[in-house]
């Protein structure tokens, strides 16, 4: 079975950084066999929305408008992981952080065939 396991969340100050990872495992699944591997995140009392992708073929990155210039993501594939680097935090950035592998729009998340369950962000100010 796929599993996507998050971490790096925490408690951080407005203007501060983290960095979170997502590490896909699966003894017969290579994060290869997908497109994209994106993040998303859900606001306390909010729906789910995009923050970043990355294509597994290319390489190309995206990005949510509220987040360019701010977070970069990147990955690793040897270690078929994924990093979210976050800078200038800001308390609305504050959310469950969420992992997803799929193909398709980089920003629906109905692209995504796993999930992870998360890790939490929360920025004060």
């Known amino acids: 079975q796929v599993q996507l396991v998050e971490s790096g969340g925490g408690l951080v100050q407005s203007g501060g950084s983290l960095r979170l990872s997502c590490t896909v495992s699966?003894?017969?699944?290579?994060?290869?066999?997908?497109?994209?591997v994106g993040w998303f995140r859900q606001p306390p009392g909010k729906e789910r929305e995009f923050v970043a992708s990355?294509?597994?073929?290319?390489?190309?990155?995206k990005y949510s408008d509220s987040v360019t210039a701010r977070f970069t993501i990147s990955s690793d594939n040897a270690k078929n992981t994924v990093y979210l680097q976050m800078n200038s935090l800001k308390p609305e950035d504050t959310a469950v952080y969420h992992c997803?592998?799929?193909?398709?729009?980089?920003?629906?998340?109905?692209?995504?065939?796993?999930w992870g369950q998360g890790t939490q962000v929360t920025v004060s100010s």
């Open positions: 997803a592998v799929g193909s398709g729009a980089y920003n629906n998340p109905s692209s995504y065939y796993y």
């Open positions: 699966d003894g017969t699944f290579s994060i290869e066999s997908v497109y994209t």
């Open positions: 990355i294509n597994w073929i290319d390489n190309s990155a």
